[in-house]
């Protein structure tokens, strides 16, 4: 299994960007991608998450109505759309899956700042 994360960056608040993580090494389209941050000196949370065909996403509240999931099946990638971007959403940000076992990929830095 193989997770690589792309599209992070410095964004001013109120800005945007879209993630995205390109997945290798299993059937991408039968199991459920998350998407983590963990800002510096907090723990990993949850961000969303996506079913295996896209038809359901889960969101923390913070993130509900700025952020969206969405999945490719035919091209193996999970995306991370983030509107009306805030300094608190300054974060590294990993996707993940479980397959038998929990798998991470390295991370893109996403910072807001002015």
């Known amino acids: 299994v193989q997770l690589v994360e792309s599209g992070g960056g410095l964004v001013q608040p109120g800005g945007s960007l879209r993630l995205s993580c390109a997945a290798s090494?299993?059937?991408?389209?039968?199991?459920?991608m998350r998407w983590y941050r963990q800002a510096p000196g907090k723990e990993r949370e949850l961000v969303a998450s996506?079913?295996?065909?896209?038809?359901?996403?889960n969101y923390r509240d913070s993130v509900k109505g700025r952020f969206t999931i969405s999945r490719d099946n035919a091209k193996n990638t999970v995306y991370l759309q983030m509107n009306s971007l805030k300094p608190e959403d300054t974060a590294v940000y990993y996707c993940?899956?479980?397959?038998?076992?929990?798998?991470w990929g390295q991370g893109t830095q996403v910072t807001v700042s002015s």
């Open positions: 993940s899956t479980w397959v038998f076992s929990n798998y």
């Open positions: 090494g299993f059937t991408f389209s039968s199991y459920v």
């Open positions: 996506i079913t295996s065909n896209g038809d359901s996403t």
